[in-house]
């Protein structure tokens, strides 16, 4: 079951990270398009901070200078996120080393069977966070 739910899940991750032209218009506002890769229609690449999006076209600002840049010439936007994988595994580990610590079946609580219900619990959430980071963090693809 678990070998299904696994390989279920990296065959649909890349499924999250395709988005359309509105994903620009809402989280201008939030700031999060600091790393922006766009290429255009002739093969040319520009990266820099998206300031103004309209329906339209956008304004990319790089080093010290904004350009225009029209929709019908882009071909592809790519917004790169930090990963947040590292994050989800420290939470992952916390999470799951807790839960073991706190199993109530062991009946002489020794230490080696506490240990081992913690690496268990600790080692099956660490892994469920570092695949949530990468989810959270992937980057987002828009062809508009």
Excluded: H
Excluded at 58 to 68: E, G, P, R, V
Excluded at 77 to 97: D, P, Q, T, W, Y
């Amino acid at each position: 079951m678990k070998k299904y739910l696994a390989t279920t899940l990296l065959i649909i991750s890349p499924l999250f990270c395709a988005e359309t032209w509105d994903y620009l218009t809402n989280n201008l506002i939030q700031g999060s398009l600091l790393n922006t890769v766009i290429t255009l229609n002739d093969g040319t690449v520009k990266r820099g901070e998206i300031v103004f999006v309209n329906s339209n076209n956008l304004q990319l600002k790089f080093a010290t200078k904004t350009i225009n840049i029209e929709r019908t010439q882009i071909a592809q936007i790519i917004i790169e996120k930090e990963s947040k994988a590292l994050f989800g595994v420290g939470i992952g580990m916390i999470l799951g080393g807790t839960m073991g610590l706190m199993q109530k079946d062991n009946v002489d609580n020794t230490f080696l069977k506490l240990m081992s219900g913690t690496v268990e619990y600790g080692t099956f959430f660490m892994l469920f966070g570092y695949y949530i980071g990468y989810l959270y963090g992937i980057d987002v693809i828009i062809i508009p």
